[in-house]
């Protein structure tokens, strides 16, 4: 499976922007970047996903270099309650497909 | 349901006990997911369902550690003779379609205490 590499943590200012990379230099042609986040004592909750065009939903942009070998989540107007520690991961179009998280970004959403 | 759903949220257990976690996925979905998510770390894949096939169970740690999902939709990790190391949050998975271009959603899990 493709690694990720991502900043073990990042402050964001509520309000603003918050843009948070992701590292996948070996990915391969059919393998998806997923997005999810974990607030504590929470299940892992669904961001976005994308294979090579740059996506957008309700909740986030994702955005995918030319290459594939990098990506950014945007989440366009932070607020407090995003303070959670988001995961890129890179999923294998295999048997099980299963999602194989890293240690994640710790995001402190600061008033 | 709407979504996910774990049972029960916690269990305490006596080191030697067996225990059994119930999830029940959204209804429909054909994958289902197991992982064991230790404090302070990111959830370890423990084993997949497609229907009711168990395809991968490659990330059990042990012989103690069985899961089954006989008709295709509720599903049962049990561990028989817990242990100290079994403490962790167990969180269950399942998506509509066996595709990697399908989401996963995710229950609240199920956090185990092995005293």
């Known amino acids: 499976d493709a690694k990720t590499t991502q900043p ?7 309000g603003r922007a918050a843009n ?3 590292n996948h230099s070996t990915i391969s042609g059919n393998e998806y970047v997923y997005w999810y986040r974990q607030i504590h004592s929470q299940g892992p909750q669904y961001i976005i996903h994308g294979l090579k065009n740059n996506e957008t939903n ?22 407090l309650r995003d303070t959670a520690v988001y995961y890129c991961i890179v999923r294998v179009w295999a048997a099980g497909n299963k999602l194989t998280f890293g240690g994640g970004t710790r995001v402190l959403v600061k008033p | 349901g709407a979504g996910v759903s774990q049972s029960p949220r916690y269990k305490v257990a ?5 225990v059994a976690l119930r999830c029940d996925p959204i209804s429909g979905h054909v994958s289902l997911f197991w992982y064991q998510q230790a404090l302070g770390q990111g959830p370890e894949f423990l084993t997949y369902f497609q229907n009711e096939a168990q395809l991968d169970k490659s990330g059990l740690p042990s012989d103690r550690f069985f899961a089954e999902r006989p008709e295709g939709s509720v599903s049962t990790l049990k561990i028989q003779r817990t242990q100290q190391e079994d403490s962790a949050v167990y969180l269950c998975a399942s998506s509509r379609t066996t595709g990697a271009d399908t989401e996963a959603f995710f229950g609240q899990g199920t956090r185990l205490t092995v005293v």
């Open chain 1, 8 to 14: 073990t943590s990042m402050d964001c200012a509520e």
């Open chain 1, 20 to 22: 948070l990379p992701c």
């Open chain 1, 58 to 79: 309700e909740m986030a942009s994702l955005i995918i270099t030319e290459d594939r070998k990098s990506s950014t989540l945007i989440l366009p107007h932070a607020t």
């Open chain 2, 14 to 18: 006596k080191r030697g006990q067996d």
